[in-house]
Structures are given as structure tokens and as C-alpha cells.
């Protein structure tokens, strides 16, 4: 084991993705079914709770733990980054669709202070972003210690005060190759060692299309047919390698945050990782498509053994 989690062998990742496969492409009652025992599973460890985002996967997720909870602990971590509207419009459909849970929310200071002084510019992915820190010790950018510093470190706190001893995730296996891998190399519902409960993931099977159908029939008032506001933070950048991204979504929807978040450092970091001279504030005025981009083949492909 290396770091948090346990990494299975080849032979185990190979089995587990054959059966995911299969699982994926199943019905949606019978991916809800086995939704339903995992979470059967999970409630039996002890005290649960659930982290919300207001996205459609935790939505789905919350709707299926509180069938066997109505009472469930369940937080929302407000990171400051996210779509404004998005908290305009969670208290009231919270409230509504989930009277019975004990909903908690928390708020991160302030993120442009955190990365000026700590560094941890979400940029590149989770499991890729050490090989170009390797390569360039300068770099100050790690995605997993921002989602630290303005999400988990703050729900830890209500975890531990709370003596839970089981977390549900609405992670899913298609989302992300880091997902996947997660998925993997633990699998439903599994111990970490660094922390006294377990993580549950009971919807990694579930593709993009079980959860708009699973929402449909079972929380119509989710506003799941129309982009009508962004769930994640909204300059990060684990995804930069990709076109579109968030950044490049950012910068086209509303230009003066993302100059903000440029001039915050965000710039000088992806200036150093594609090696472009000049100051931050040239580049950010007169080659703005230079910072929206990182090309790069396989940035992945020995991240298994990096991080």
C-alpha cells in the first residue's frame, strides 16, 4: 500500500474491470439493486454520512442512502469557487426533497490566499500533476492538497466530532481514469488507512445516462435537463490536458474571473509547466489561448507508480 489508498496487482485490475464492464451494462434496477446492497452493507459498519456537491451523481447517491436513512448526516463543503447559483438553489430543493436529513455546511477560506501562501494550484490531474513536479521542484501546484485545504479538512472535522464510521461518495468509475482506478483498486466499500472511517461508493457503476434516467424517475425536481449552473470550482484545472476544459469554459463565459484567477498565480504556474518566457501579465493580456491548454500524450501512463 502507497499512500492512502491500497493499489491491487494487474491480475486483480484486470478481473475487477472485466466485472465492471459487465455491471455497466446492466439495467438501471439492476444497477440500483446493487446500489442498494452496498449501501445495506456500508449502514452496517456504523454512524454514516454522505458528502453532497449539489451534483447529479451525489443527488442520485443522497436519494438512495436516505431510502435506508431518512436521517442521514449529509455535507456540503462550499469551496467559494462554484457557480453562485448553485447555492441559491440547494437550500430549497434540500429542504424539499429531504426534509428528515441533518444537512451541514461548511465554508473554505479564502482560495487565492491559500494558494498564494501554500501553493497547491489545482493544476494537471490528481495522479499525473507529481511527474512535472518532479521534473521542475518549483512548480506549486497539487490538486489533491487544494481539495484539502477548502473541502476535506473541513469535513474531517464534522466526521470525527461525529464519530462516523462510514462516508458515502457519489463517485462513479466512468467519470475520471483516476475514478476508475479508485474503483479498481478498492472497490465498493473499503478502509483507508489514514482515516478511522470507511468510504463507500455505492453508484461507480452507474454511466452518465443511469443517472439523468435515475433523477427523471426519482427526483424530477433536479434541474438535470439543462446546464443550469456548475457543481464544481470553476478555475480548477485538473483537467487541462483535455479541450474543452474548465479553464477554457471559464475563460469563454466570463472572462474577467478567469484574469482573476490568472493573476492569482494560476498564469505563472502553467507558464513554467509548458515553458513560456515573459511575465505572467503579457501572456494574460496578449496570448490568453496559451493558458488554456496543456498538450501532452500520456501524462498518465506511469502515474500508478509516481504518485
Known sequence: MKGVYARANAEQIAARRRVLE?????????????ASRVIEQALKIGRPALLYSGGKDSTVLLHLVTRQAPDLLTIYNDTTLSDPRLKTWMAPFIYSNFPEIDFRQTTAEDPIAMWQKRGHYPIMSKRGHTIYKKRDPQLRISPV?????????????????????????????????????????????????KYAWHQAYPIQHFTDQDVADYLKRHVPEYPAGRKAFETGCLPCATNITFWPNNLSKLYQEDRGAWEKYMRAGFAEQIMRIKGIPGSPEEIITTRPELLLHIETRSLNRDSRKED
Request: charged letters at 25%.
Open 145 to 193: 492538497q487544494c481539495c484539502y485545504q477548502l473541502k476535506e479538512k473541513y469535513a474531517n472535522t464534522i466526521l470525527g466530532t461525529e464519530e462516523i464510521q462510514v462516508v458515502f461518495w457519489g463517485n462513479r468509475a466512468a467519470e475520471s481514469a483516476r475514478r476508475l482506478m479508485t474503483f479498481l483498486d478498492n472497490g465498493y466499500l473499503f478502509k483507508p488507512k
Open 22 to 34: 459487465g455491471l455497466q451494462t446492466a439495467p438501471l434496477e439492476a444497477k440500483v439493486e446493487i
